[in-house]
């Protein structure tokens, strides 16, 4: 047995650190709220004011983790403990708190199927699902009464559970708005102050109006003297929140009430007229839901006008970040404009106007050569029912022109007239200057690199070509748009093209100076070398977004440094022929010489001619015209004895500059050769030099007839390959030497414009 009653009382002792932390509020609410109630009783009859339901039903609505059955069975207890320290028999507290209880539980199943946010008073529709919570609680607690009271108080049923019903409406349509909408204990103070609970003078006049009502019906008397304080109570629905006009109607509920269940409004002297109680207090519920009602519509229409006026300004902030200067409705039945933001002040249209401007002032403020095109594509939208766009300028009153774009769309009517055009207007000053500016400095580059002789272009930062100047077709002769991945491999030389992609890659990976020369086919089909030199452009954060870069032709400077190359190791050369060709003069000279003094005039006259021929090779670099043949003569003139041995025939050829010293180094080679082994040796032995030209090839024959031994040259000597350098590769030709018992022939063939310079001309 003992055992028995331990672990009951464990069970019972495990209840309380089960109940929820709110729990012992709602106990102790609920209590404190059915004393209240059972001090305002009339002797033998139902309490005037029984907050008790409302009490606990708004605390569950507010604290749902609080509806449980430990709870329930708190406020249980809480009830009958209130009724039976009152005195109130136990059977009579049972039937009375089974109704009070089965209204609140009834109340909470309807709950469960509203919107929680609208329970709390959020919303418009408030008033109604508390209505509807209200009048479910009441029924069902009035059917529970209308049980229970003829056994406790001796009513009818219907008038019990009528006068239940209208009482438990009236407690809880005032009573709940004011524990749904009560602010949380945490912000209580700072809610008091902003909410009006403590008004200053003037937000204080409506509550004295109120109380004014409340004492001029109580003078007039009668049953609808009540009806006096409706104004008032709407004035305080209007001026304060819902908590505050919650409250003051919960204070005029309990006003009426007492003063109802007092006879002092329908004159009966002391008596109670049910009926008339039961009527006063459904007009009692009616008063008390009216100013709820419409705080929680002035409330809402402040919260949205407040959402609306931060919509406002966070429009009104992009507009204007975006550089929108008016948004614009056209009524086309009216032909005016209405107008809203800075539009009307940066433009100097009257404030009014943003209520509409006529069509015809608009056009006023236009630029003269932009208002027939903005007209017209007006019109055409219009008429089209296609989108609007427009750039055009406007005139300050300052005389500045502005540039603004404006973008509209045409609205239709419920019969599909275009009845508006609506749009925004976008200032783009500031971005027709910089596209101007952009403009103009995209001139001044394309200028400068079409004028420049380099070719001037530009990549991606991928390394994909998409600019070239005008040089890269006059060059290649291949227009920009048809270059393909195909056309690239064949412009590079073939020697070149592994050395410039390894270069180009490690310059797209490092973004270093990309700096290379390299040979690249030039429009004839020959290759030309070229200095390319490019640097990278730089975004903010030092990512590579271009490059641009140019490429020079210099390939006259690498000729120019092979033809110096040439002379440098021709005059190592020549230095050491110098004293054999010396030597070659004087045995010919002494040769034929009878003393002495012959012998020297004749050398000298020879070594003068040598001269000669050397100062017309210099003097190439002035632009005076020479032919082959006079540079033939000039140079084989010290050879010369004036006995024909030496003879120069055929077709002459004038001679550009750069190609002179290529066939003086020839010649010069060839001359030396016959004078130390050749014709020229030879005191019988004869030269021939034979010139012809066939269309755009040039023939040189070389012809020794001497009776000389033949010499043991093979052709493989330095000025053998001087020879062959020249002829191969500065002038482009080939030569072919063939050797007889009579002497020597070498045929030299070379390309006409070799020698004349006309193709690197063109």
Request: proline share 4%; with cysteine.
């Amino acid at each position: 047995m003992a055992s028995v009653e331990r672990s009951a009382s464990s069970r019972w002792f495990k209840l309380v650190p089960a109940l929820p932390p709110n729990a012992l509020v709602i106990g102790l609410a609920v209590f404190a709220a059915c004393t209240l109630g059972i001090l305002t009783r009339p002797v033998g009859y139902l309490a005037m004011i029984w907050p008790a339901n409302a009490v606990m039903l708004g605390l569950l609505i507010r604290l749902p983790d609080t509806r449980r059955p430990s709870v329930w069975l708190l406020a249980a207890m809480a009830y009958m403990a209130a009724d039976l320290i009152a005195g109130t028999s136990l059977a009579q507290a049972l039937l009375l708190n089974t109704a009070n209880l089965c209204g609140v539980g009834t109340a909470c199943l309807v709950c469960r199927y509203l919107p929680r946010n609208a329970l709390l008073m959020r919303e418009p529709a408030s008033a109604l699902y508390i209505v509807l919570v209200s009048v479910s609680a009441a029924a069902a607690a009035g059917l529970v009464g209308a049980i229970a009271d003829p056994v406790v108080l001796r009513l009818g049923a219907a008038n019990a559970g009528t006068f239940w019903f209208t009482t438990e409406l009236v407690n809880y349509i005032a009573l709940l708005p004011v524990i749904l909408s009560a602010p949380a204990p945490r912000s209580l103070g700072a809610n008091i102050r902003s909410l009006n609970l403590v008004p200053g003078a003037l937000a204080a006049v409506p509550v004295l109006a109120l109380a004014a009502s409340c004492a001029l019906a109580m003078v007039v008397g009668g049953p609808g003297a009540f009806a006096l304080a409706l104004p008032a109570l709407l004035w305080c629905g209007l001026a304060y929140s819902v908590f505050t006009a919650s409250a003051l109607a919960f204070l005029f509920s309990c006003w009426l009430l007492t003063v109802i269940c007092a006879t002092y409004l329908h004159g009966a002297e002391g008596v109670y007229d049910e009926h008339a109680i039961v009527s006063m207090r459904l007009a009692a519920f009616m008063v008390a839901l009216a100013p709820i009602t419409l705080s929680i519509v002035m409330r809402n229409r402040d919260d949205l006008i407040s959402k609306l006026l931060l919509a406002r300004q966070r429009v009104d902030i992009a507009l204007e970040a975006g550089g929108i200067i008016a948004t614009w409705d056209l009524n086309l039945a009216r032909r005016d404009l209405s107008v809203e933001g800075t539009f009307l002040e940066r433009f100097g249209i009257e404030a009014q106007a943003g209520t509409g401007i006529p069509l015809e002032r608009l056009s006023q403020i236009l630029h003269p050569d932009d208002r027939e095109r903005v007209l017209d594509a007006l019109g055409g939208a219009i008429a089209t029912g296609s989108d609007y766009h427009c750039r055009y300028r406007i005139a300050t009153p300052t005389g500045e022109n502005r540039w603004v774009a404006a973008f509209g769309k045409v609205a239709r009517d419920g019969q599909g007239a275009a009845s508006h055009l609506s749009g925004i207007l976008i200032d783009i000053t500031e971005l027709t200057d910089a596209v101007e500016t952009l403009e103009q400095s995209n001139k001044r580059f394309n200028i400068v690199s079409e004028s420049i002789p380099q070719i001037v272009w530009s990549t991606d930062a991928d390394g994909r070509h998409d600019y070239f100047n005008c040089r890269w077709t006059e060059f290649t002769g291949i227009a920009p748009e048809e270059i393909t991945a195909e056309t690239w491999k064949s412009l590079v030389h073939p020697e070149d093209k592994a050395r410039v992609d390894a270069t180009w890659k490690a310059c797209l990976m490092t973004g270093e100076t990309y700096a290379i020369d390299y040979r690249f086919r030039y429009h004839d089909g020959s290759y030309r070398w070229l200095k390319v030199l490019a640097k990278p452009l730089r975004n903010a954060e030092g990512a590579i977004t271009r490059w641009y870069g140019t490429s020079t032709d210099i390939d006259a400077v690498k000729q120019l440094e092979a033809e110096r190359e040439i002379i440098a190791r021709e005059l190592d050369h020549r230095i050491g022929n110098l004293f054999a060709l010396v030597n070659g003069l004087v045995s010919l000279t002494a040769r034929d010489g009878s003393d002495v003094k012959a012998v020297t005039e004749s050398l000298r006259g020879r070594l003068r001619a040598l001269h000669d021929a050397h100062g017309l090779i210099r003097h190439k670099q002035d632009g005076t015209a020479a032919t082959i043949a006079e540079l033939l003569r000039r140079l084989l003139a010290p050879y010369d004895k004036g006995d024909d041995h030496i003879t120069i025939t055929g077709d002459d050829l004038p001679l550009d500059p750069s190609a002179m010293t290529a066939i003086a180094l020839i010649f010069h080679e060839l001359g030396t050769n016959a004078v130390k082994y050749g014709a020229l040796k030879d005191s019988q032995g004869l030269l021939r030099v034979e010139l012809c030209q066939i269309e755009d090839r040039f023939s040189i024959r070389w012809v020794e007839v001497t009776h000389l031994p033949a010499s043991t040259d093979k052709g493989t000597g330095f000025g053998s390959k001087l020879f062959n350098s020249i002829v191969e590769g500065q002038l482009r030709g080939h030569a072919v030497r063939s050797s007889t018992q009579d002497g020597l022939t070498i045929e030299i063939n070379l390309p006409v414009s070799a020698l004349t310079g006309f193709g690197k001309r063109q």
